[in-house]
């Protein structure tokens, strides 16, 4: 299957800076982009949809400002946890859509960025 | 609006002993596709099986085995002679096709240890 890359795997930062996290298809086009956010014991939460030369969708309650999300290539999505708080430690998790022209389009996911903020 | 119900948080059973992890989803699609994820602890998440819902054929793939009634909106995973390796928490999810983007909505997931 296809290739979905996340940079870096692991960040530990101090509270008040921004954090970039790096989503990428790795050999595959992907229009669109899905972020994920799993708290310790707990399911994948869906954060936002990322669509490629457009805003990104925001789930209620995520808060947008927060959260920056840019699909600037058909490969890469990027999110930024800006002024990050130990409350947003978490595991990241990106997924990207594989538009195949049938009725289903393929979804893969990255292997995840763990985030502590401390 | 979508949901799905993994009711079980946590199964313990001893190595070669058969398990079933349950699922049962909510939708108002007709179209939708249902999956199952392996997450060991190393976070990573791993596919096992993608279900659309036209197709109620029950699926095996070497210990694990499904389970689709769309009577029951269920969509059970078994694993049979289950190994110390298969320790890990078991996603059931579920995409609609009307969404477009095919946002997938996970459960709450299963814990599963399995003791030598």
């Known amino acids: 299957g296809a290739v979905v890359s996340q940079h870096p795997s692991r960040v530990i930062c101090k509270s008040g800076t921004s954090v970039k996290i790096e989503c990428r298809s790795l050999?595959?086009?992907?229009?669109?982009m899905f972020w994920y956010r799993q708290f310790p014991k707990q399911s994948l939460m869906l954060m936002a949809t990322?669509?490629?030369?457009?805003?990104?969708?925001?789930e209620q309650g995520v808060e947008k400002d927060k959260f920056l999300i840019n699909h600037a290539s058909l490969t890469l999505s990027t999110l930024t946890v800006t002024s990050a708080h130990p409350e947003d430690s978490s595991f990241y998790i990106c997924s990207a859509i594989q538009a195949s022209g049938g009725d289903y389009n393929e979804q893969f996911f990255g292997p995840g960025t763990r985030l502590t903020v401390l | 609006a979508q949901k799905v119900t993994q009711a079980q948080t946590e199964i313990s059973v001893v190595e070669k002993e058969d398990v079933t992890l349950d699922c049962v989803y909510e939708?108002?699609?007709?179209?939708?596709?249902l999956f199952w994820y392996k997450q060991p602890p190393s976070g990573e998440l791993v596919f096992l099986i993608r279900?659309?819902?036209?197709?109620?054929q029950n699926e095996i793939s070497g210990r694990y085995s499904w389970n689709f009634q769309k009577s029951t909106s269920s969509f059970n995973s078994t694993i049979t002679a289950s190994q110390v390796v298969d320790s890990a928490v078991y996603f059931c999810a579920l995409s609609e096709a009307g969404t477009g983007g095919f946002k997938t909505i996970f459960g709450a997931g299963t814990r599963l240890f399995v003791k030598a």
């Open positions: 990322s669509n490629e030369g457009s805003k990104a969708t925001y």
């Open positions: 050999d595959f086009q992907a229009t669109t």
């Open positions: 279900r659309n819902s036209f197709d109620e």
């Open positions: 939708t108002r699609d007709t179209t939708y596709y």
